[in-house]
C-alpha cells in the first residue's frame, strides 16, 4: 500500500517536475512577455490553458510559477531541516538547562504566528527571493526540531551510546555518528511534509502582493493575477495555477505519508529480534 | 588498580539502590561479582565504568580520581575502563557493519592522536581484532540482524578491546549466549588479563562460570568489600 502510493506520488511529481522545467525551456518563449491582442483568451490548440489579462501564455506560465514555488518549498524545506535538526539534536544531547532553554525559544517561535512572521520579514525585503525563502524557513523549522529532539532523546541513553562513550567519542561525535542518522528519516518525511506548506506559503505571501513582484511567475503571483480576470469569466486563469498547486500538494503528500509509514517499518522488526 | 570506596549509587536522589560499596579491581586480576536479581550488580557496572555518578563514594583509577562521568570524563580515563554488556542487540548501533562497530574506537584513537591511524592501519587491527575474538572475514561485512547474537556479542567484544582499556566490566556478557560461545569469549579475556593487560569485573547470575573465571567472587547484597 505505502509502496503504491510512494510510487503514484514520485510519478506525479516527476511529470509535474518535468513539466516545470521542460515546458519553458522548449516553449522558447519569454514567459514575462506580453501580448495585450492575445489577452484573455480561453484554453485553445494554440494557449492550452489559456491566456492572461496581458496576453501571456498561461500553459508556459503555470510551468514557470510550478518551478519557481517548488524551487522555493524544496530550499526552505532544506534549510528548516539544517536548522531543526542540528537545534533538536544538539538540545536532547546536551540535555539540562540547553535543553530547557532551547525548547522554550522553540514554544516563543511557534507561538507567534507563522504568517504574520512571514509577512514582517518580506515586508521588509520586498520582492526578495532570499526574504520569502528565510521568512518560510526560519518560522517551520521547530517541527522539525520537536521530532529530531524526540528521537535523539529516546537514543541517547541506549547502550550503544554507552558504548560509543567508553570507546572514546565525544558529545559531538555521538550526535553525528550516531543520534542524527538515527533521527533524519524522521526529519526527512518532516521535510517532505513540509513541501506543500512551504509551497502554500509562497503563494499566500504572493497573493496577498508581499512576495515576488507581479511579473514573475510563481503559482501565488498566478492566483493573484487570476483573482481579477476571474471576475470577468476567464475562470481558466484561477484554475489551471490552482490545478498545479494541488497535484504538487498531493504529490508531496503522498510521498510524505509513504515514507513516514516506511519509516516506522524497523522499529516494528527491530522490535521482533 | 580500580577502586570504589564507599559507593552510594542509584537513579533518585535520596534512593540510592547500592549503599556503601567497597570494590577492588587490580590489573590482571579477574573478580567476579554475583548476587541475585535487583541488588544493583548493573548499576555497579556503570559506576565503575564512568557511565553512572556515585551519589556518595568515589572511583578511582590507577590513582587518578574520577571526577566527571560519563562526556564529563577526565580526559586520561576517557578509554581507561571498557565495558561489554549483556544485549549485544542494544549494545550496537543497528545501521553499522561489524567491521565499523570494531573499528568506531580504532577511529576515535586515530583522531586524538598525532600518528593518525591510516585505513589501512585500521583494517588490518580489525582484522587481528576479529581473528582474536573468532569473527570470519565474511561477518564483517554484515550488519547486526544479519548475524547471531553470539557472533554480535564477540564484535562488542572487539570492540572493547579496541579502545585498549586497562579495565573491563563484562556485565553478564554470556547471559545470552551458548556453551562454547561462552567458552570462547571468556577465555579471549581470560588471555588478556594473563597477559597483564587487563583487570576484570565479570558480573554473572553463574556462580558456576564466576567459579571457573574469576580469580575471587564477591557477593552483591551481602559484604562487598574485597581484600586489597
Known amino acids: ?273 | 588498580m580500580l577502586t570504589l570506596t564507599g559507593v552510594d549509587a542509584g537513579y533518585e536522589p535520596g534512593r540510592p539502590v547500592l549503599r556503601g560499596v567497597d570494590l577492588r579491581v587490580a590489573p590482571g586480576e579477574v573478580v567476579g561479582l554475583s548476587g541475585p536479581s535487583g541488588t544493583g550488580k548493573t548499576t555497579l557496572a556503570r559506576v565503575a565504568a564512568l557511565l553512572l555518578a556515585p551519589q556518595r563514594g568515589t572511583v578511582e583509577i590507577d590513582g587518578v580520581g574520577a571526577s566527571g562521568v560519563r562526556y564529563a570524563r577526565d580526559p586520561r580515563l576517557r578509554t581507561a575502563v571498557g565495558m561489554v554488556f549483556q544485549s549485544p542487540r542494544r549494545s550496537v548501533d543497528a545501521r553499522l557493519r561489524l567491521r565499523d562497530v570494531i573499528a568506531e574506537p580504532l577511529r576515535l584513537r586515530g583522531l586524538a592522536t598525532a600518528a593518525r591511524a591510516g585505513a589501512t592501519a585500521r583494517t588490518e587491527r580489525v582484522a587481528e581484532l576479529a581473528g582474536r575474538v573468532g569473527l570470519t572475514a565474511d561477518l564483517l561485512d554484515r550488519r547486526p540482524h544479519e548475524v547471531s547474537d553470539g557472533q554480535l556479542q564477540r564484535a562488542c567484544l572487539a570492540r572493547s578491546l579496541a579502545s585498549g582499556p586497562r579495565y573491563l566490566v563484562c556485565d553478564e556478557m554470556t547471559a545470552m549466549l551458548d556453551a562454547s560461545t561462552t567458552a570462547a569469549l571468556v577465555g579471549v579475556v581470560g588471555a588478556e588479563v594473563r597477559a597483564g593487560r587487563l583487570g576484570v569485573l565479570a558480573i554473572s547470575h553463574d556462580d558456576a562460570l564466576l567459579d571457573v573465571w574469576a580469580d575471587r567472587v564477591v557477593a552483591l547484597g551481602a559484604a562487598v568489600a574485597g581484600p586489597a
Open chain 1, 1 to 273: 500500500m505505502a509502496d503504491r502510493r510512494l510510487r503514484a506520488g514520485v510519478v506525479l511529481l516527476v511529470l509535474l517536475a518535468g513539466y516545470a522545467l521542460l515546458v519553458p525551456w522548449l516553449a522558447g518563449v519569454d514567459d514575462r512577455v506580453t501580448d495585450f491582442a492575445a489577452a484573455r483568451q480561453g484554453p485553445s490548440w494554440a494557449h492550452l490553458f489559456g491566456t492572461d489579462s496581458a496576453g501571456r501564455d498561461l500553459f508556459v506560465r503555470t510551468a514557470a510559477g510550478l518551478r519557481v514555488s517548488l524551487f522555493i518549498a524544496v530550499v526552505c524545506a532544506l534549510l528548516s531541516v539544517l536548522i531543526g535538526a542540528l537545534v533538536g539534536a544538539l538540545s536532547a544531547a546536551a540535555g539540562g538547562w540547553v535543553d530547557r532553554l532551547t525548547m522554550r525559544v522553540v514554544d516563543g517561535v511557534n507561538a507567534v504566528p507563522h504568517l504574520l512572521l512571514g509577512i514582517v520579514l518580506v515586508a521588509l525585503f520586498r520582492g526578495s527571493l532570499v526574504a520569502i525563502i528565510a521568512s518560510i524557513a526560519l518560522t517551520h523549522w521547530t517541527q522539525v526540531a520537536r521530532i529530531v529532539r524526540a528521537e535523539v532523546l529516546s537514543l541517547r541513553d541506549r547502550e550503544h551510546v554507552d558504548a560509543a562513550l567508553l570507546g572514546g567519542a565525544t558529545r559531538w561525535r555521538v550526535v553525528r555518528r550516531h543520534l542524527l542518522p538515527a533521527a533524519l528519516p524522521q526529519a526527512l518525511v518532516a521535510a517532505v511534509l513540509l513541501l506543500p506548506h512551504a509551497v502554500w506559503h509562497e503563494s499566500t505571501l504572493s497573493f496577498l502582493g508581499l512576495g515576488l513582484p507581479p511579473h514573475a511567475a510563481s503559482l501565488g503571483t498566478l492566483l493573484q493575477e487570476a483573482r481579477s480576470s476571474l471576475l470577468l469569466g476567464g475562470w481558466w486563469t484561477l484554475v489551471f495555477p490552482a490545478l498545479g498547486l494541488v497535484l504538487a500538494t498531493l504529490a508531496v503528500a503522498a510521498i510524505g505519508a509513504a515514507l513516514r509509514d516506511r519509516a516506522a517499518l524497523p522499529e516494528r522488526a527491530g522490535a521482533q529480534l
